[in-house]
């Protein structure tokens, strides 16, 4: 059962791969009824996702409810690569080859990537990002300068790692898995560590490259005292094996983003709402498409509110009880 407290958040190519899309039916950028309901103003949008998991389901879902909102129709044309890169850049030609499409929306870094170097000539729009400058997807997060501008998900990892300190207050070292071709998991990362130093704590890391990794991996971090799983699609996508290790070894696991938390069992996060921010980031769309802004003007944004989410379950499964001070001040209480 999840308690939610009403308080403030705490601060190939071609026609081959669009053959294949799911589509929710309507007309184009010509006008008409589509599913999105109404009459008026239609647009044909692409949706790129890098691989299915909560976080980036959520992310479209808010995308597309920004629009929704706003009464226009959209004529939806959505892939996922399923984790696979070379499909993600298949999925972005394929975008690039249909002159129909008004404006594509990447969800994930790789698929952005991908999505960015394929399409020259109309407008990319990326989340679920955590570094956008190192991804080289725009100049600087100020003034993009090209086609591509979006939202970023960096998370607060010192944040998050300072709560592992509080929550397990006896901890010495923290193991993190992470995805090698994930630009973003190496920025989290990296910020780990400047944060575990300042919290007297130690970060064992282990890279994979693909999701039946993720169990050795497991194993090679050796003696740790908790887990932290970042905001990596990999990862996440795995997260059941990382739950079965956390239960069997008795340690518990925080994440970068709400999802795990809520669904899986993860202890707790300091996290970002991914509908939240696709939404932000359909809204941005919305002024490109509707109002002209151009996207090389338009600063990449980001979300400035985190929410405490804890899950008490997932404690006690690895015989952890949760501060109070945790659970008072804590935004959703899964019990």
């Known amino acids: 059962m999840r308690i939610r407290k009403f308080m403030a958040p705490i601060a190939a190519v071609g026609a081959a791969v669009l053959a294949l899309s799911g589509c929710a039916g309507g007309a184009g950028s010509d006008g008409g009824t589509d599913a999105a309901g109404g009459e008026g103003e239609s647009y044909r949008i692409g949706i790129s996702q890098l691989v299915q998991h909560p976080a980036l389901d959520a992310a479209a879902t ?92 960096l998370n607060p990892v010192a944040d998050q790692i300072a709560l592992i300190k509080e929550i397990v207050p006896e901890a010495k070292t923290v193991g993190i898995v992470y995805s090698s071709g994930e630009v973003n998991s190496e920025v989290q990362v990296k910020l780990a560590k400047e944060a575990a130093d300042k919290n007297g704590l130690t970060i064992k890391e282990q890279s994979v490259t693909q999701v039946g990794e993720v169990p050795t991996a497991l194993e090679a971090l050796g003696q740790v005292d908790a887990i932290y799983v970042p905001t990596d699609n990999l990862i996440v996508s795995g997260i059941d094996s990382v739950m079965q290790y956390s239960t069997s070894k008795q340690i518990p696991v925080f994440s970068g983003d709400t999802g795990p938390v809520e669904e899986s069992g993860a202890v707790a996060t300091l996290g970002l709402d991914y509908e939240k921010l696709g939404y932000q980031t359909g809204q941005m769309a919305i002024r490109i498409l509707r109002d002209g802004e151009k996207p090389e003007s338009m600063p990449v944004e980001q979300l400035t509110e985190f ?7 997932g404690a006690a499964d690895v015989g952890l009880e949760l501060p109070r001070a945790v659970l008072d001040r804590a935004a959703t209480v899964v019990e």
């Open 62 to 153: 808010g995308f597309k409810k920004a629009f929704e909102d706003e009464g226009i129709n959209v004529e939806w044309v959505e892939q996922n690569a399923n984790g696979e890169q070379p499909t993600a850049v298949t999925i972005a030609q394929g975008f690039a080859s249909d002159s129909s499409i008004d404006l594509v929306l990447a969800i994930a870094t790789p698929a952005a990537q991908a999505a960015a170097t394929a399409i020259p000539d109309r407008p990319v729009l990326f989340t679920a990002v955590t570094d956008p400058v190192a991804a080289d997807l725009v100049d600087s997060a100020e003034a993009p300068g090209g086609n591509v501008t979006g939202t970023n998900d």
């Open 307 to 313: 929410e405490l989410v804890v899950n008490k379950k």
